[in-house]
């Protein structure tokens, strides 16, 4: 009589922990579904250490989807993955930027009521605060605000779920040419005192970079460069290249990490980087022109294309174009792909973040993951 077949081994942690760290980032559906196999697996998948080793093997987070605008007002969110937000996001909310796995957003009730909530998407945390008084007082036709990570120490690549942040409002007042900031502290739970730097004509716009500690935002019109130093607290100026005849300019980071700027000059992207010259003064150097004509489908360059938003610290931008939306790598110079068709889009506000299961569920009736992709 044969004895029945042994079991096979168990598999050690370290060695289930090794084959789990390299299940790809955006698809989040299959670490939910590896979570299910057994308690021993979600047991690691749930615990801080696999999370932080996940994030490390991986480092960059993947873009998860974004939000997005239509010329009508509407917000809507276009998944580029298995996530879903738990939130189900209304008319008179705007997204206005996103950034270490949070985003903004500006809710209006009236045109007097105006407030502000900070969200992770993943968790399901919230923080409501209102508008600072600056963009009343300055008379701030338009503002913009910028959310970084304030964890002491932190490298970004791990940010703790609900741990502190920091956001920078910018409002300019167009005929007095200024535009005044200031600081929100999640610590104090207050705003800062109130700074402003004059400069050419122009208004902040949607979309800011961070490289290092500096916040930049540029401004229409002039196509000049606010810089926010977020330890200093302080605003100044950088001038565009001045060779150029751009119909709209965008702030970018390199592939090496530093500011750039990608200005349309029809029919022709051309990105500058800002570097330091042979005086030690900081000056634009053009790396690379982009001929879009031969890039994009024939006729999508009929009217002038729109700006609508980079995707992080990764040097990829949204176009709006008549013939729909496309996401360009500055790297590449390829156009990666067709998002949408509509030609209607404005202010594309990318999520990226690690949505890694855990023992908690977050709040709301809504799941993070597509069941369809379970």
């Known amino acids: ?21 390299r299940v790809p980032p ?11 196999v057994c308690k021993l697996w979600r047991r690691l998948i749930s615990g801080n250490r696999f999370r932080r080793r996940y994030r490390e093997f991986h480092h960059s987070p ?24 738990p939130r189900a996001y209304r008319s008179n909310w705007h997204a206005m930027d996103a950034r270490h796995g949070r985003i903004v957003f500006r809710v209006s009730t009236t045109t007097e009521d105006r407030m502000l909530m900070v969200s992770n998407p993943v968790t399901g945390d919230e923080r409501w605060l209102p508008v600072p008084d600056l963009a009343g007082h300055y008379g701030c036709a338009t503002w913009n605000v910028a959310v970084v990570c304030a964890a ?16 920078v409002f910018l409002g300019s007042q167009v005929l007095d040419k200024i535009t005044a900031a200031c600081t929100y502290s999640s610590k104090t739970g207050s705003w800062g005192q109130t700074i402003s730097v ?21 401004l229409r019109l002039s196509n000049q460069i606010l810089e926010y130093d977020l330890d200093k607290q302080e605003i100044s100026v950088i001038d565009p290249p001045s060779s150029s005849q751009a119909v709209w300019a965008a702030p970018i980071t390199t592939k090496d990490d530093r500011l750039g700027i990608a200005m349309y000059e029809e029919p022709n992207l051309c990105i500058w ?8 003064d900081a000056e634009w150097v053009q790396q690379r022109v982009f001929e879009l004509d031969k890039l994009l489908p024939a006729g999508a360059l009929q009217i002038s294309p729109l700006f609508c938003g980079t995707v992080g610290n990764s040097c990829v ?3 709006g174009t008549l013939d729909g939306l496309f996401a360009i790598d500055l790297k590449s110079g390829r156009v990666t792909r067709k998002l949408l068709e509509d030609y209607d889009i404005c202010d594309i506000v990318p999520y990226m973040s690690f949505c890694i299961p855990s023992t908690s569920t ?13």
């Open 1 to 21: 009589m044969s004895l029945p077949p042994r079991p096979p081994p168990a598999l050690l942690d370290d060695l289930v922990e090794l084959v789990l760290l």
């Open 26 to 36: 955006d698809d989040p559906a299959s670490l939910v579904r590896a979570s299910l």
């Open 62 to 85: 993947p873009m998860l989807g974004f939000f997005y605008h239509k010329l009508s007002g509407a917000i809507r969110f276009l998944a580029t993955s298995s996530f879903r937000p």
């Open 152 to 167: 002491a120490g932190c490298d970004h690549v791990d940010c703790p779920s609900g741990g502190p942040f920091t956001l």
């Open 198 to 218: 004059e400069h050419s004509e122009g208004y902040v716009a949607h979309c800011s970079v961070l490289v290092g500690n500096m916040l930049h935002f540029i």
């Open 273 to 280: 980087s800002r570097e330091a010259g042979l005086n030690g």
């Open 317 to 319: 931008i949204f176009m």
């Open 362 to 374: 977050p709040p709301g009736n809504r799941p993070l993951i597509c069941p369809t992709h379970l």
